[in-house]
């Protein structure tokens, strides 16, 4: 049987491990571009981890449980203020499951990486990213682990013409795309197991 959708501002005040958040943007329009991979690999996890139908919380849907039998609490953000104001959910949710900063993972597309690879990291720059400097402003601090998901570039340093590339769809093969999120999701999944050094 499912639970209803819980929906508001209030919500679980039970402590989790880890904070898990993929990046993207809400709605129809943005799905399958190379700016919501990060929501893409977080629906895998959830998938994975059999989280469940997901509550409309801290303006996000947020999915709870375990990362596998026995293994560590996880809250599974993904917000829906639109990338630029991701921190917006992810600060509130973080403070209602008291996750250390360490223990807040987030999952993003990187254009600084060729597509295909997908790097691991804590902390550092935000090279940019918008919905990276929201989180930093509404956790702050930069020092949150990430998974890196490599979309590629294009040939243009030109800001519109960057953005352009990031909300259009992926011109890759459907099965190299989807052997990226797995990748990406594997090393969630390690980061997440603490295997991931």
Known sequence: M??????????????????VVGLGNPGRRYEGTRH????????TLARRWDLGRPATLYQGELSEGRAGIGGPRVALLLPQTYMNEAGRSAGPARGAHKVGLDRVLVLHDEIDLPFG?????????????????????HLGDP???????GVGRPDSTDPEIVAGYVLRTFDEPRDEVAALIARAADAAEAMVAGEDG
């Open 36 to 43: 919501n991979v990060g929501f893409e690999v977080a629906r």
């Open 117 to 137: 690879q997908v790097r691991t990291r804590v902390g550092g720059g935000l090279a940019g990213h918008n919905g990276l400097k929201s989180l930093r402003a």
């Open 2 to 19: 499912r639970l209803p959708r819980r929906r508001g501002a209030g919500g679980p005040t039970t402590p989790a491990d880890w904070l």
């Open 143 to 149: 020092g949150f682990a990430r998974v890196r998901i």
